[in-house]
């Protein structure tokens, strides 16, 4: 029984120690952004009228990125929570593949600010499956 006790002792042992790393790494990842985000619209603020419309432009395009790439992280990481406490939803239905890949291919070139090409090949026009929509579009 103590045997079993250490190993239990061990492995929260171990667990304290990813979870320390893993809010070191996500703190990191957020503060790169954040320092960005700030950088930017100090710039703006304080140099508004000495800057082209088009260099506000470019700045404000870049805070958009910036909070557009922090939100991405931020989902994974909620993801990441829900998986451990094992609270993830899965409802699937019967969809089409091919076309809400098209959906959501669409979704992102009008949110992008550079334009971007995407190539989607499929030599079936429709594909059936059972899967859950929400999960397929963070996926893609």
Known sequence: KNKEIEKSLKREKELGILKTNFVSMVSHEFRTPLATINA??????????????????KRLGKIKS?????TVMLEDILIIGKSDAQKLDFNPVSLDIVSLIKDI???YQLSEPKSRTIIFNVST??????????????IV
Do not use: C, F, G, Y
Not at 66 to 70: G, H, S
């Open 125 to 138: 026009p429709i594909i059936m499956i059972p899967a859950d929509k929400k999960w397929i579009k963070h």
């Open 105 to 107: 291919i669409a979704e």
């Open 66 to 70: 910036e909070v557009l790439d922090m």
């Open 40 to 57: 930017n619209s100090d710039i703006i603020l304080r140099h508004s009228d000495e800057l082209s419309r088009d260099d506000i432009n």
